[in-house]
């Protein structure tokens, strides 16, 4: 079974400790959240699982086959348009430029983007439609693991719940492993088995949620209680620095 294992993992940016002897396991079929303030590392220990950035201290083992990431940034090439962005993967697979172009219609349509907008280039598209683009790219070649870098945080409710439906109806499945790191609580515990809590400065992982329920069958009361009971964990309250009322 495929798994990504890190172990005693410390980065430094200059003299500056990052992330100091981290450690976790995600084993394949499971989503895995790291949350925390801004800035405590959450994003350095994506980009160093994902293989971005070199690790100096300490053990990271990546045994899944294939990956791929969104990014909060849609970051699309300017000079393609939307089927041609989201096919990009697909022609660094070798897939044949047919195949291509019919997937990436597939999922494009699967993800709400309208015909009419597939010969459109980034600058002419909405924020929304960009980020509903940049996640297609990252699903379009069936990425074994898939890194989220808050993909949905810059979205309006109703397109954040729908891209978290389409996740919820992977992980159902079992057709993918997910790293997904991200500010919002709620959000992890919609989605994540496990939850992992990054403490700043430097970043260390103080607490270890797990939630057994099918993600599936998490519905609006489940995820509300069971953010109420994080709210009002002591290490939570201290790694976000809340006052209690
Ligand atoms: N390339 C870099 N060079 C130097 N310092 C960096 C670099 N990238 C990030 N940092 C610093 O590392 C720390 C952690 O940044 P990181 O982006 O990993 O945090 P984060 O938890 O993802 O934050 P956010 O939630 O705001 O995205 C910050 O202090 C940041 O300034």
Request: with cysteine; proline share 4%.
């Amino acid at each position: 079974m495929a798994r990504l294992k890190v172990e005693h993992l410390t980065f430094s940016f200059g003299y500056k400790t990052i992330l100091e002897d981290i450690g976790f396991e995600l084993q394949e079929g499971e989503v895995l959240s790291v949350v925390g303030p801004s800035g405590g590392g959450k994003t350095t220990l994506l980009r160093l699982c994902a293989g971005l950035l070199d690790r100096q201290e300490g053990l990271i083992e990546n045994s899944f086959e294939t990956q791929s990431i969104a990014f909060q940034d849609p970051r699309l090439l300017p000079w393609k348009n939307v089927i041609d962005n989201i096919a990009f993967g697909l022609k660094a697979l070798g897939v044949p430029k047919s195949e291509q172009l019919q997937r990436a219609r597939e999922i494009a349509l699967r993800f709400d983007l309208e015909e009419d907008d597939f010969d459109k280039f980034p600058k002419e598209l909405s924020g929304g439609m960009s980020q509903r683009v940049s996640f297609a790219r990252a699903l379009v070649t069936k990425p074994d693991l898939l890194f989220l870098d808050e993909p949905f945080s810059a979205l309006d409710i109703g397109l954040k719940r729908e891209l978290q439906n389409h996740v919820i109806e992977l992980i159902g499945k079992k057709e993918i492993t997910i790293f997904f790191i991200t500010h919002d609580i709620m959000e992890a515990i919609r989605l994540s088995d496990k939850i992992l809590l990054l403490e700043p400065d430097p970043g260390r992982i103080v607490k270890t949620f797990t939630f057994d329920r099918p993600q599936s069958q998490r519905d609006d009361a489940y995820v509300y209680h069971e953010t109420a009971k994080l709210l009002s964990d002591p290490y939570i309250i201290e790694t976000f620095e809340l006052e209690l009322k």
